[in-house]
């Protein structure tokens, strides 16, 4: 069984929630998009998986029969207290599969889990999905596999490749971590409140990794400045981090790339290439 928008409206009404924007808080209420979200995720039976904002448990109730573990993190204790009482009238089967955390989630921590996550299935809230997205990609490097549902427009920048009109730093970052790909759309009449904006569905899984004598650190920030500048050729952008645009030139040059594309022309790979020519 899933929440439909009379069990949502009865949970708001109980637990006195007024849902905010500032928070994110859109409560998914289409059992259809619940399990087109669980398939997409392409989840095995012993997966652990990490849901971050599960609210009201929407997602949650469609997660639990198909793995071994779902951990809950919400910034909410109305919504942690309030869970396991909602999987055990609706799926009570699998409650014992259920560990609902008070936390942020940029605050999480391997030591906070008794079982490292083996994948991310969230509906993010839209104010904060890059940040949690990469905090939690770089914290826990048993993550193999990610489907989020973001703003669209996020979306089309996470799944973005370079030359891509919405190819930016969260892109190359992401990136990274994994192999992107950017699936449907969804529709805004399934969350209640109906949201401003359309969402989207991003699947990524992990890639090894990236073989290199800089740091992921090392390599963000350079993206960060090739981006923080990017209607300046890379020769210009990246010269306050290099000593001055010469110096960048040669390091660009030692790379094996143009001085004078842009930064949204450069993908991972030649970040990473050009971080050792700027190290």
């Given amino acids: 069984m899933l929440l439909g928008p009379a069990e949502i409206a009865e949970l708001l009404k109980q637990l006195d929630v007024k849902p905010t924007k500032k928070l994110g808080q859109n409560f998914l209420h289409d059992g259809n998009i619940v399990r087109k979200i669980v398939k997409s995720a392409q989840l095995e039976p012993t997966d652990i998986v990490l849901e971050v904002g599960p609210g009201l448990g929407s997602l949650t109730l469609g997660l639990l029969p198909e793995v071994s573990q779902v951990v809950a993190v919400d910034i909410d204790q109305r919504f942690i207290d309030q869970l396991p009482a909602t999987i055990a009238k609706f799926e009570p089967e699998f409650s014992n599969r259920l560990l609902a955390i008070h936390k942020d989630a940029m605050q999480l921590e391997t030591m906070h889990l008794?079982?490292?996550?083996?994948?991310?299935?969230a509906n993010l809230p839209y104010n904060i999905s890059v940040p949690v997205i990469l905090t939690l990609m770089a914290k826990f490097p048993t993550i193999e596999k990610l489907l989020v549902m973001v703003q669209a427009e996020?979306?089309?920048?996470?799944?973005?490749?370079?030359?891509?009109?919405?190819?930016?730093?969260?892109?190359?970052?992401?990136?990274w971590f994994m192999d992107v790909q950017r699936l449907a759309n969804i529709a805004r009449p399934v969350f209640i409140p109906v949201p401003n904006v359309d969402s989207g569905l991003v699947s990524?899984?992990?890639?090894?990794?990236?073989?290199?004598?800089?740091?992921?650190?090392?390599?963000f920030k350079v993206v960060d400045a090739a981006f923080n500048q990017r209607r300046k050729m890379l020769r210009g952008a990246l010269g306050s981090i290099a000593g001055g645009s010469k110096a960048a030139e040669a390091a660009l040059v030692r790379a094996g790339i143009d001085p004078t594309l842009r930064g949204e022309m450069l993908d991972v790979m030649q970040y990473v290439r050009?971080?050792?020519?700027?190290?």
């Fill in 114 to 121: 008794p079982n490292q996550p083996t994948a991310l299935v």
């Fill in 154 to 175: 996020v979306a089309d920048r996470l799944a973005a490749t370079a030359g891509d009109a919405a190819y930016g730093a969260p892109s190359v970052k992401l990136q």
């Fill in 204 to 219: 990524a899984t992990r890639k090894p990794e990236i073989e290199t004598f800089v740091t992921r650190e090392q390599v």
């Fill in 274 to 279: 050009l971080t050792e020519a700027l190290n």
